[in-house]
């Protein structure tokens, strides 16, 4: 199936897809700050330089787009009709890239919080968002998930 868009204007709309201070990311850290915690941005010092990292409790969190890091099972994930092996290949590595940033996060002694682009992508799905946030920041668990089918964390590593 041909792309309904022409190359130059996919081109441009792809070229402005941020990779920080996405709407997802400000509303996790919204949340947050709302609840009382404070954090740091961006750390280039850590594996796969997580989007929210709070120092003091050991905790860094990745805000994940659903299509860039391949969301299994998520409604928002749809591979390209269009240079379908590119995409595939683009993003695998993502997964992997993001599977060994987690692991040497948890090596390092971090405790590892996914938050899904599709929690926040509705007032439904973001209404419980702030409460599994802080559910599972004073938890105890090494790996966690928030996506909008569950709004918790399953306890696996990716």
């Known amino acids: ?24 990311e400000m509303l996790v850290r919204r949340l947050l700050f709302d609840s009382g915690y404070r954090f740091r ?24 787009g659903c299509f860039w890091h391949l ?3 998520c409604r928002y994930v749809k591979m390209p009709a ?11 590595a993502n997964v992997e890239c993001d599977r060994r940033a987690v692991g040497k996060l948890q090596a390092l002694g971090w405790r590892v919080l996914c938050v899904w682009e599709c929690s926040t992508r509705d007032a439904e799905a973001a209404a419980g ?11 105890g668990s090494q790996f966690g998930e928030i996506s909008d089918v569950t709004l918790a964390w399953d306890g696996r590593a990716p």
């Open 1 to 24: 199936m041909a792309d309904i868009v022409l190359p130059s204007v996919r081109s441009r709309m792809m070229s402005g897809i941020k990779g920080k201070n996405s709407q997802p």
């Open 41 to 64: 941005l961006h750390r280039r010092d850590l594996p796969g330089t997580p989007d929210i990292v709070m120092p003091g409790r050991k905790v860094v969190i990745f805000v994940h």
């Open 71 to 73: 969301h299994q099972g």
């Open 82 to 92: 269009t240079r379908a092996d590119f995409w595939k290949a683009k993003l695998k």
């Open 129 to 139: 968002l702030q409460d599994a946030l802080y559910r599972w920041i004073e938890g």
